[in-house]
Structure formats: structure tokens, C-alpha cells
């Protein structure tokens, strides 16, 4: 009976100690994501520039320089 009380006892000791961890890392995330909408909006408009970047080379080759490589089948 003793030994079932301790494995009770350390169950419910482990179960606290999870909880409260997760409470703390849960706590902690949350000031993490005020900061990601600016890193966020920052990676998105790099890559739009990118984009238009690669556009623009697209739009400036010619025709035969555009069709070449293309395989028909």
C-alpha cells in the first residue's frame, strides 16, 4: 500500500511539474509571435522583390532566347 501511495505521490509530482512547464513555455511564445508579423511581412515583400526581379529579366529576353530548351514531345 505504501509503494502504490509513493507512485501516486511521484505521479502526481511529475504531472504538476509538466503542467507547469508547459505553462511557462506557453507564457513564453506568446512574446514571440508579436515579433513574427514584421519578420513575416519583411520575408514576404524580399520575395515579392525577388519575383519582380526575375520578371523583369523574364519580360527583357527575346522570343528565341525564351523557347530555348523547350522540348516538344
Not at 509503494?3 to 511557462?24: D, Q
Amino acid at each position: 500500500m505504501i509503494a502504490y501511495l509513493k507512485h501516486m505521490m511521484a505521479g502526481m509530482l511529475t504531472a504538476t511539474v509538466m503542467l507547469l512547464a508547459g505553462v511557462l513555455l506557453h507564457s513564453c511564445t506568446e512574446e514571440a509571435w508579436a515579433e513574427t508579423p514584421d519578420l513575416q511581412r519583411a520575408a514576404e515583400m524580399a520575395a515579392q522583390a525577388e519575383v519582380m526581379k526575375v520578371e523583369a529579366q523574364y519580360d527583357s529576353m527575346s522570343a528565341d532566347s525564351k523557347m530555348e530548351g523547350i522540348v516538344y514531345e
